[in-house]
């Protein structure tokens, strides 16, 4: 059984969901950003299996996407970068806000992304040591190339990754590599290729910073989620948070 609400939280809306009858409680934590063009409740069966398995869960919306979205799709389609650079400046607000309520036991905090949200989760466990392990699902830490092809900028392209050059995973892998990491990714991913997380896995081991790396991939499958990565998701974080 879960408890699933949306409230506020550090000025914004967020699905928040616990375990039955512990949602005052201190629980292992883990905040869960979606993918583009979708939503928190799109992806809420992520909530609902991670408390079923004893977390608590944080999904926020991402700037300009469900209780944010303004009705501008067409505009929202031409700032992809800008969306992805607002996920991550807004990730110490709300985990101070989260830590303020006094949600997260004994420090165990984690986070998760899907597609958009995992690239947030990569810029995110890069830069803030505090973050006890990470699962990356059918995302990429490596910005400036994928820009080429994904959502290219329609104008100053330069100017709109350039924010993002600090958070590029090749910039952090000592600290990605310092706590348990999970890539997943769809062998036939036809928007995020595999090739986005298998570069990281391989610059992992290459460096000999793979030991607290996990891999899934799965053949046949294109940019979605599957069972399987549920599954995946939940057991990781019950082993590794």
């Excluded at 709300?94 to 006094?102: H, S, T, V």
Aim: proline share 6%; charged share 15%.
């Amino acid at each position: 059984m879960t408890e699933i609400e949306t409230t506020n939280l550090a000025g914004f809306e967020v699905l928040h969901a616990t375990p039955a009858g512990k949602r005052l409680q201190p629980l292992p934590t883990i905040i869960f950003w979606h993918g583009y063009t979708s939503s928190k409740l799109v992806y809420s069966y992520f909530a609902v299996a991670l408390a079923q398995a004893g977390f608590r869960v944080i999904m926020p919306d991402a700037p300009e996407h469900g209780a944010r979205f303004h009705g501008d799709e067409a505009g929202r389609l031409q700032h992809f970068w800008q969306i992805l650079y607002g996920n991550i400046q807004e990730y110490p607000l709300l985990r101070d806000a989260i830590n303020a309520k006094g949600w997260v036991a004994d420090g165990r905090l984690g986070i998760a992304g899907a597609s958009m949200g995992a690239m947030t989760a990569l810029a995110v466990a890069g830069h803030y040591p505090e973050v006890r392990c990470t699962a990356s699902l059918m995302g990429s830490g490596f910005y400036q190339a994928l820009s080429q092809s994904l959502f290219p900028p329609p104008a100053q392209p330069d100017a709109v990754l350039a924010p993002l050059a600090g958070y590029e995973a090749a910039q952090c892998l000592a600290l990605l590599a310092s706590r348990p990491l999970m890539l997943w990714h769809g062998e036939d991913d036809d928007l995020v290729p595999a090739a986005e997380s298998k570069r990281l896995w391989q610059l992992l081991q290459q460096q000999r910073l793979d030991s607290n790396l996990v891999c899934h991939w799965e053949s046949g499958v294109k940019h979605r989620i599957t069972p399987y990565a549920l599954d995946s998701t939940c057991d990781f974080f019950s082993q590794s948070l």
